[in-house]
C-alpha cells in the first residue's frame, strides 16, 4: 500500500472553544489520557491514500493532521474515523474535520466503495459492511504509526480514537460498537443518524448524538431509540427546526454550536480534558438547541 502523499499544509486555524465550565456530561466517568489536550490549536495537513487498491474493494481515504512547517506537528494525537453518508465524500465534510484536526484530531475519513459519490455500483445496503471497513482503516493506521518512513510514524495515539459519521456514516459510527469492539474505540459521534444491528455492545463508550429536529430524511425519533439504547455516558445535541444537515455547514447559524460541542466532547473522551465535559452543556445553550445528557448505566 502506497505511503500516500502530503497534499496541502496551513489550511485553517481554530482556538477551541471556552467557555465557562457547568457540569460534566455524564459524571465523571470520561476515560484518562496520558496525553493533555492542547491549549491553541494547529495549522492543519491533509493527505490522500488508498487502502488495497487492488483488491475487490479499495478504499481512498482523506487525513487531516495538525501539521507544521515541515509536516506533521509534534506529538502524539488522539485519531477520529469520520464515515460520510450516502452519495457524499471526505471532503464535503472539510468543514468539521479540518477544525477537528487543528483542535489536535487526527482525523481519517474513508470514501465507502458503494455509497461514495460516484461510486460504480451504488449500493444503501452496503452501509452493513462499512463498520468493518473503519476497523480495516484502524489496522492500517496502525502499519503506518509503525513504519518509521511514513510522516505520520509515531503521531498517531491509537489507543484513543473516537468513531463519527453523519447519515449512513451515523449507522456505520453505530455499527463499530458491536459486542467484543476494542476498548481503544473511547467515544463516538453519531450525526443525523441511529443503530444497526448489534450496535452499542461491548465496552460500554460515551456517545454523542446530534440531530435537526426536522429531519426527513432520518427522522430525529431514530436517533432518539439509539440514544435510548446505549450503555455508556450520552447525549443528545438537538438543532431545532433543522434539517438533515445543514448545521455541518460553516455559517449556518447551527454550525457554531455543532462545532464547539462535538470538539469539547472529542477533547473529553480523546484526552480526558474534564473541563471540556463540562462545558458541554454550555456549549449546546443557544436559542436553536437543546441539550441533555446521561450517565452510564
Known amino acids: 500500500m502506497g505511503a500516500g502523499r502530503l497534499v496541502a499544509v496551513l489550511m485553517t486555524t481554530l482556538l477551541v472553544g471556552c467557555a465557562p465550565a457547568t457540569a460534566v456530561a455524564g459524571g465523571s466517568d470520561g476515560p484518562l489520557s496520558a496525553h493533555r489536550a492542547p491549549e491553541g490549536s494547529y495549522a492543519v495537513g491533509v493527505r490522500t491514500l488508498t487502502l488495497d487498491p487492488r483488491s475487490a ?57 458503494h455509497t461514495r459519490e460516484g461510486a460504480a455500483e451504488f449500493s444503501r445496503a452496503d452501509v452493513r459492511n462499512q463498520p468493518a471497513d473503519g476497523w480495516r482503516l484502524i489496522r492500517h493506521l496502525s502499519r503506518l504509526d509503525r513504519n518509521r518512513t ?50 452499542f455492545a461491548g465496552p460500554a463508550a460515551p456517545v454523542l448524538f446530534v440531530h435537526g ?20 455516558p450520552a447525549a443528545f445535541l438537538s438543532l431545532l427546526g433543522q434539517d438533515h444537515g445543514a448545521y455541518l455547514t460553516p455559517g449556518d447559524p447551527g454550525f457554531a454550536p455543532v462545532l464547539a460541542t462535538t470538539t469539547d466532547f472529542l477533547r473529553w473522551t480523546l484526552y480526558g480534558d474534564q473541563t471540556a465535559g463540562a462545558r458541554l452543556p454550555a456549549d449546546a445553550r443557544t436559542p436553536m438547541t437543546s441539550y441533555e445528557s446521561r450517565p452510564a448505566r
Do not use: K, N
Open 57 to 113: 474493494r479499495p478504499l481512498p481515504v482523506t487525513i487531516w493532521f495538525p501539521a507544521a512547517a515541515d509536516g506533521v506537528a509534534d506529538g502524539r494525537f488522539p485519531v477520529v474515523v469520520f464515515s460520510h453518508g450516502l452519495f457524499s465524500r471526505p471532503d464535503l465534510h472539510a468543514g468539521l474535520t479540518t477544525r477537528w484536526a487543528a483542535a489536535g484530531f487526527v482525523v481519517a475519513a474513508p470514501a465507502f466503495p
Open 213 to 232: 429536529t426536522a429531519d426527513a430524511v432520518v427522522p430525529v425519533t431514530v436517533g432518539q431509540a439509539a440514544y435510548g439504547r446505549t450503555r455508556g
Open 150 to 199: 511514513d510522516p505520520l510514524a509515531g503521531h498517531l495515539d491509537l489507543t484513543s480514537i473516537a468513531a463519527a459519521g453523519h447519515s449512513a456514516g451515523g449507522f456505520t459510527t453505530s455499527g463499530m460498537f458491536s459486542e467484543g469492539h476494542p476498548a481503544r474505540l473511547r467515544s463516538g459521534i453519531v450525526i443525523a443518524g441511529g443503530g444497526l444491528p448489534g450496535s
